[in-house]
């Protein structure tokens, strides 16, 4: 008897155990759509599964992240150069108002955790035991955040995509509260949580969701039953219109808003269940029954190569739809099967998707190229890039950004990764990885594996170091590399062919290791572009040379299917016989990628233009690639129309890019020109120069900071029978220090510089700021002051002096449209730069200070893209008085320091608004490609 009693004490302690494995979530809630609100009532049956005695309960409240411009939501959003959020209405933002909380139904004390105004702490009146549970009751209501801040929210239409829009009990980690503020990365740590909810509606409204639902109504509302065991998050999307289509698979019901009205619905039912077998195979059967898919998920998942409007997509309507739908599809399936701490082990649930999609390509996709049937229109066809695999933009958009160490170690925390790591860089790198590994690994040993660790981990939540177990012990090869500096470092992979020699049956090729990282090396013998053998080669620390039979093949090559992402795979392959021209020279047209069998010159027309030249046309002839090179080259012949003159230049630049280091880049160049500067009179340039561009702080953080010097050799052609001065050929030395960090808010720039030449040694200092204001004005303030410490020029002699409103430009820096003008349209061209002054004025004592300058220039915002401007400054000359100068206008920044107008309005001059005034506007005009671009990027990289 006594047997059978401990029998039944342990059945039911097990019994308990086993009931309370998961907490669970109980919500009633009403939604209030005139105040885009939702009155909550929700209950946490909470688990301990910390394995430590627990004295505070932490919960995720993300609704309340909207609440102000405090937020460390608001704050991340100006990193990305979003300022929606912090200039906001009160009645766009969202909160949640929590009325009380109550632990084992006894009111208890709450507050924000560690100060996060979206993570609440409840405190417990008695410690909670580990695998013991506790009853937490919130009364609350939450307000709706305009959907514009991150996606989520209420809509144009009036729907509400609801999601963390509850709250959640973070996770313990053997005491240690993993609690994460909203940063808008669409990642919540929790563990798995049973649900049941009553969530009542107006009539009007429906629920989509991925949980078991019914429905009830009562009187003007439906109420909505909505249950689920074993889910991670729970979105809601509550919509006015009818409900989301759904499609019945074999064993899975998705509810979608994902629509194209050319495609039928049967067929886009067919591809989702195809889509869902086919993830399925590589992960294991799902383990609940309903998924919702919303238009949401996949924008911010979606496949950036199909991101162009329609009307120029070169992809077919069932192509397109197929791979954004599976995008987004494997990312919840992922999601909901691989729990991970995503803060930290980023890489691996994001990995598996990217992995999953180029399988899926590689299955059903295997010839659809980058740009679909673009690539095989006229003109398009002849470019490498064109030729790319739908499969190859990967390994190629990787060397894009770890050819300038741009990347990010895969383990690098979410929060620390710069937004172009974050969407597309640090997850094709995990895919390409897990690819990688497969192949090493050959026969099934990684989907076996992967397929294990799915099994075993599915409704826990793990990590990276769990994942290397399984594949450790289903394997007897080596794979430390990949779990250490693959996944840990930025060290980049690079191998090269350094030798193949024939001696009798047998070619030894020697490899080489052109890195600091050993990992393992594809190599193939080639024969007409196909695969004639393959084998791996491993432990390449420096170099090896391996022994194969002879045969039919003609070329060796490293990582010909692009298996794995390499930094330069120029240098991947020899002809096993020796040729005269290893790689023929080839013409290209504008710019391309690299073709690894062919040395290439690129060449493009060149237009131009300045008073003297005139239209001045020619053909830029360079080695630039999409992919950033160590070496590279412009010789820019040209031809001047106006002067007929042969016109142009040329830049030779080598750059180093140190790993870990405080040095981001060594540039060393030489730059040279030859264009007018007057009437029938040439100049000529040469510029050697060296920079050391120093790493920021982080990738998150914008800016740059370098330290150049450059030799400047001017050689200005005269008239003849006219003796040369010192204005006519010179030369001398320039050290600059710039510095920068244009945040949205907070746009500060500084750059100080010392020129030192044969005849006077100057230094000045140009200091920036530009502010926006809590009420969202622009206010721009400029500084800059610049002193002779000797000039031996003569005194009335203003070729080197400062410049009040035009700088003199003696270096050839600026591009000016008519720098020897003193009237008309081209010389109202406004440079920002030295005085910075608007206005003109008579004497040359007001125009140009061979002593000292210093000046200040101010801006601020009244309108929209209009500014009032007020400058003052100071300028003295030798053997003149100081002259002290002031002007006020208005300002239209159309596009910053790229396209403005400056209106003068009163200075030393009086009221400026006379006769001739359109003589005394200013314009800004920059049509430079480059700049405008970078101009509008930012937020992104």
């Not at 239409?157 to 609801?162: A, E, K, Q, S």
């Not at 563990?191 to 109504?217: G, M, Q, R």
């Not at 090396?521 to 620390?541: C, F, N, P, R, S």
């Amino acid at each position: 008897m006594r047997k059978i009693g401990l029998f039944f004490v342990f059945l039911s302690v097990f019994t308990s155990v086993g009931y309370t494995q998961n907490s669970k979530i109980t919500i009633k809630a009403i939604l209030l759509p005139d105040v885009d609100q939702m009155a909550i009532q929700q209950k946490i049956n909470y688990v301990n599964k910390s394995g430590t005695t627990l004295q505070n309960i932490v919960l995720h409240n993300w609704p309340n992240s909207f609440k102000n411009k405090k937020t460390l939501l608001a704050k991340r959003m100006l990193e990305n150069f979003k300022k929606s959020l912090y200039f906001s209405d009160s009645i766009e933002r969202g909160n949640s108002d929590i009325r009380r909380v109550s632990v084992n139904f006894s009111p208890v004390k709450y507050q924000k955790y560690k100060g996060f105004e979206d993570i609440l702490e409840v405190l417990l009146k008695q410690p909670l035991l580990p695998l013991d549970s506790l009853t937490i009751t919130i009364n609350y209501k939450i307000k709706f955040p305009s959907n514009k801040f991150t996606g989520y929210g209420k809509n144009s239409l009036n729907d509400y995509i609801l999601r963390y829009w509850y709250l959640v009990p973070a996770v313990c980690e053997k005491g240690d509260w993993k609690a994460y503020s909203n940063l808008d990365i669409d990642h919540m740590y929790m563990n798995v949580i049973d649900y049941d909810l009553n969530v009542h509606v107006p009539i009007t409204y429906h629920i989509n969701t991925d949980l078991y639902s019914s429905k009830s109504y009562s009187k003007n509302f439906a109420i909505y039953h909505l249950t689920g065991k074993n889910r991670v998050d729970i979105q809601l999307n509550i919509t006015r219109e009818k409900s989301y289509p759904s499609y019945k698979t074999d064993h899975i019901v998705v509810v979608s808003n994902i629509d194209d009205k050319t495609l039928p619905h049967i067929l886009k039912k067919t591809v989702i269940n195809r889509e869902i077998k086919f993830i399925e195979k590589y992960l294991g059967k799902f383990p609940h029954n309903k998924l919702l898919i919303d238009k949401e998920t996949a924008y911010k998942n979606r496949a950036y190569a199909l991101d162009i409007p329609k009307f120029l997509s070169g992809f077919s309507d069932v192509f397109q739809w197929d791979i954004e739908f599976f995008k987004a599809l494997s990312k919840k399936m992922v999601e909901e099967m691989v729990i991970v701490n995503k803060n930290e082990d980023y890489w691996l649930p994001e990995g598996i998707q990217v992995y999953l999609l180029m399988k899926y390509c590689e299955e059903f996709y295997p010839e659809t190229k980058i740009l679909g049937n673009l690539s095989n229109i006229w003109g398009l066809k002849t470019f490498n890039i064109t030729q790319l695999k739908f499969n190859d933009k990967y390994p190629f958009i990787y060397q894009f950004s770890a050819r300038e160490n741009l990347d990010q170690s895969l383990m690098t925390r979410v929060d620390s990764l710069s937004n172009f790591n974050r969407k597309i860089i640090s997850s094709y790198k995990a895919g390409l990885g897990l690819r990688y590994l497969e192949n090493f690994l050959e026969d099934t040993t990684f989907q076996k594996s992967l397929k294990q660790y799915i099994k075993e981990y599915k409704f826990k939540t793990n990590s990276t170091h769990l994942f290397q177990e399984i594949i450790t012990s289903n394997t007897t090869k080596n794979i430390s590399w990949f779990f250490g500096d693959y996944l840990n470092t930025i060290k980049k992979i690079d191998y090269t062919i350094k030798k193949v020699k024939v001696k009798g049956d047998s070619v030894y090729i020697t490899i080489k290791n052109t890195r600091n990282i050993t990992a393992p090396v594809a190599l193939y013998g080639i024969k007409d572009k196909k695969i004639i053998w393959k084998q791996w080669i491993t432990d390449v620390d420096s170099t090896k040379t391996v022994k194969v039979a002879k045969g039919n093949f003609d070329k060796i090559s490293i990582n010909y299917e692009k298996l794995y992402p390499e930094l330069n795979q120029r240098n991947n392959w020899k002809n096993v016989k020796s040729k005269l021209f290893e790689r023929p020279l080839q013409l290209k047209f504008i710019k391309d990628i690299d073709d690894p069998y062919y040395t290439q010159i690129f060449f493009k027309p060149r237009i131009g233009y300045n008073y003297y030249d005139g239209m001045v046309l020619g053909i830029q002839f360079h080695n630039k690639t999409f992919l950033a090179k160590y070496f590279e080259y412009n010789i820019i012949p040209t031809y001047s129309f106006k002067s007929n003159n042969i016109s142009g230049g040329f830049s030779f630049n080598y750059n180093h890019y140190p790993e870990d280091r405080n040095i981001y880049k060594l540039s060393f160049g030489i730059n040279g020109s030859s264009f007018n500067y007057d009437r029938d009179y040439t100049y000529t340039t040469f510029k050697p120069s060296a920079t050391i561009y120093f790493n920021r702080k982080s990738l998150r953080t914008a800016g740059r900071n370098f330290l150049k010097i450059k030799y400047h050799n001017i050689n200005k052609k005269i008239p003849l029978g006219v003796e040369p001065s010192n204005e006519d050929k010179y030369n001398l030395v320039k050290i600059t220090y710039n510095y920068s960090k244009p945040e949205l808010l907070n746009d500060f720039r500084f750059s100080t510089s010392a020129e030192l030449g044969s005849l006077f040694h100057k230094i000045s200092t140009d200091f920036r700021y530009r502010k926006l204001t809590k009420s969202n004005r622009q206010l721009d303030f400029r500084w800059y002051t610049g002193v002779f410490l000797e000039n031996s020029t003569d005194d009335d002699a203003d070729y080197f002096s400062f410049g009040l409103s035009k700088p003199q430009d003696y270096l050839f820096e600026h591009n000016m449209y008519g720098r020897q003008e003193d009237a008309g349209f081209l010389y109202q061209q406004y440079i920002i730069a030295e005085g910075g002054f608007k206005s003109f004025f008579k004497d040359s004592n007001q125009k140009y200070a061979n002593q000292w300058m210093s000046t200040i220039n101010t801006s601020f915002s009244i309108w929209n893209w209009a500014e009032i401007y007020n400058d003052i400054g100071a300028l003295k000359s030798k053997n003149k008085s100081i002259f002290f100068a002031y002007e006020s206008g208005i300002r239209l920044c159309f596009m910053h320091e790229i396209f403005e107008l400056y209106l003068p309005v009163y200075s030393n001059n009086g009221w400026e608004m006379n006769q001739n005034y359109s003589e005394k506007i200013r314009f800004t005009f920059i049509l430079e490609p480059l700049k405008i671009f970078n101009s509008m990027r930012r937020g992104f990289l």
